[in-house]
């Protein structure tokens, strides 16, 4: 799968330039964990992988070989999202590897930014529990949203903003999301960002982190990044590392 993409990127690269004078430039929900509210260009197909170092404690770590979202742009205000996710986890008991559940859902636009006013879109997902490798499947279908919102404070800072709800496939009680980021132009091809977020189940206590990245646009279609992060609270993962490639076509 990784040597289709990069393959199938390579092929695209040079098609894409086409329309870089025609769009704005690309708009990701990564690497920060806060999804942006923009909507993929109707028609157009905008792919957004990433592969993360995760170790959540001394004796656990899993490595995703690749996460991969992928988007359509179906009008103006709506977009289609497909999820899939290769992963291997060392487990106290072992170690597993496969396709995570598949995530399958979309993204509407609510309301364009205007004074104070940011603007919003609603994310809605489904994951689905038996399309998923032999050892990953969940025991429920389990859905999440959130609404995500950005202002433009200026022509080089943004600050966007998520809040929802997600479950997990085991247990009945939902896990409240929040997210808070800044993200800074550093010129015209680099851009960066600083991050607060975290999860507040039902029952049990939150758990809050922080992460940084960087962004590097190689034309208006393509972008580059890498971040990383850290646990806030006793109960949170140790640190990540991630790094990402994501591109779109018509």
């Known amino acids: 799968m990784i040597r289709l993409i990069l393959l199938f990127s390579i092929s ?8 870089s004078q025609v769009l704005p430039p690309i708009q990701t929900d990564r690497p920060d964990q806060t999804e942006c509210p923009f909507i993929t260009p109707v028609k157009f197909v905008q792919i957004e992988t990433g592969f993360m170092y995760e170790e959540p404690s001394k004796s656990e770590s899993s490595v995703t070989h690749p996460s991969i979202l992928w988007k359509y742009g179906v009008n103006d205000r709506l977009e289609f999202r497909l999820i899939t996710e290769l992963e291997t986890a060392k487990l106290p ?4 590897s496969g396709l995570n559940p598949v995530t399958v859902g979309f993204k509407t636009n609510l309301a364009q930014e205007r004074g104070i006013l940011p603007m919003i879109s609603f994310i809605g997902h489904l994951t689905i529990p038996d399309l998923a ?3 990953m499947k969940a025991t429920y279908y ?3 949203f959130r609404f995500t919102m950005q202002h433009t404070l200026s022509d080089k800072v943004s600050l ?3 809040l929802g709800a997600e479950w997990d496939g085991e247990s009945p009680e939902p896990t409240f999301i929040y997210t808070l980021t800044s993200g800074f132009a550093l010129s015209e091809k680099f851009g960066s960002f600083i991050e607060l977020y975290g999860f507040a ?7 809050h982190r922080f992460d940084a990245g960087l962004t590097y646009l190689i034309n208006s ?3 580059v990044d890498l971040s990383g992060g850290v646990g806030l609270t006793p109960n949170a993962l140790d640190y990540f590392i991630s790094t990402g490639f994501s591109f779109r076509f018509k």
């Open 201 to 207: 189940p039902q029952k049990g206590k939150a758990d």
């Open 133 to 135: 490798g032999k050892d």
């Open 160 to 162: 966007g903003y998520n």
């Open 12 to 19: 695209l690269f040079i098609g894409c330039s086409a329309f």
């Open 221 to 223: 279609n393509v972008m």
């Open 93 to 96: 008991g072992g170690k597993v």
């Open 142 to 144: 389990a859905p999440a």
